[in-house]
């Protein structure tokens, strides 16, 4: 796996195109063309869709930009990792055959330049989180899956961005933040007792690191309001904030 290896989450692509969308993805453009032309590893560790479902033969057109980015990169030798967030779990054979080096359903261990590292996009790790982990399973069943893909695509966007948070939902006041964080420490902390120098998580639009036990646990904020990224490069991580260099 090459250096530096970069890693980004919630970037939320929506599936309406405004001004302001625009400049969102010209901004992680500008990012993975970085990548493209100096190297290294991309890690996505989820929802980088509002929403996103494959059907067997259709893809959504709104997507395209980055598809073709992403493309670009691949083809540029450039291994691509996806651990699928709680917007876009439901993913086919073009994601993970055609868009990405690997693609994760599950949380997953990997070392890299001898550390390693547990890798999850983060929902339902709160101790909180009871009714969230029922429903996780249900809407992640293959029954569920079966069903919704009998729905007609044009209906089952128009649900899904119904559905959806989008960007301005995703703020929370500073005490909400500072109970997650304490909270997620403590499962991090499980991790890193096992073994984990890193715990890389997405999910929860913060963007920081923190000591867990003889690990740390790194949140990447997101592409909605803070541009940042996690970096490794081979010895500490880092997170760092997308303003055209890296």
């Not at 405004?18 to 993805?25: H, L, N, W």
């Not at 996103?52 to 670009?72: A, N, Q, S, W």
């Not at 949380?107 to 996780?136: A, E």
């Amino acid at each position: 796996m090459d250096l530096p290896v970069y890693f980004i989450s919630d970037t939320h692509l929506m599936l309406n195109m405004s001004e302001q969308e625009q400049q969102r993805r010209e901004k992680l453009f500008g990012f993975m063309r970085h990548i493209r032309s100096t190297g290294g590893t991309l890690f996505i560790v989820g929802d980088i869709f509002d929403f996103y479902f494959e059907y067997r033969d259709v893809i959504p057109k709104i997507y395209f930009d980055f598809f073709h980015e992403v493309t670009l990169l691949k083809n540029a030798g450039v291994e691509i990792h996806y651990v699928l967030g709680n917007h876009d779990y439901w993913v086919m054979d073009f994601i993970t055959d055609t868009i990405t080096t690997r693609t994760y359903f599950e949380d997953t261990t990997i070392q890299i330049n001898g550390k390693s590292f547990y890798i999850t996009h983060g929902d339902g790790h709160l101790s909180w989180d009871h009714g969230y982990r029922m429903l996780k399973k249900v809407i992640q069943s293959k029954p569920f899956i079966w069903l919704y893909r009998w729905v007609h695509p044009n209906i089952g966007y128009r649900f899904g961005n119904w559905i959806s948070k989008r960007g301005k939902h995703y703020d929370h006041d500073e005490s909400y933040n500072r109970k997650i964080l304490d909270d997620l420490k403590i499962f991090a902390a499980k991790q890193t007792e096992n073994g984990a120098d890193f715990v890389i998580s997405g999910h929860y639009h913060q963007a920081v690191i923190e000591n867990t036990g003889p690990g740390k646990l790194v949140i990447l904020g997101d592409w909605l309001s803070f541009f940042t990224y996690g970096k490794f490069d081979g010895n500490e991580m880092s997170i760092q904030i997308w303003d055209g260099n890296a």
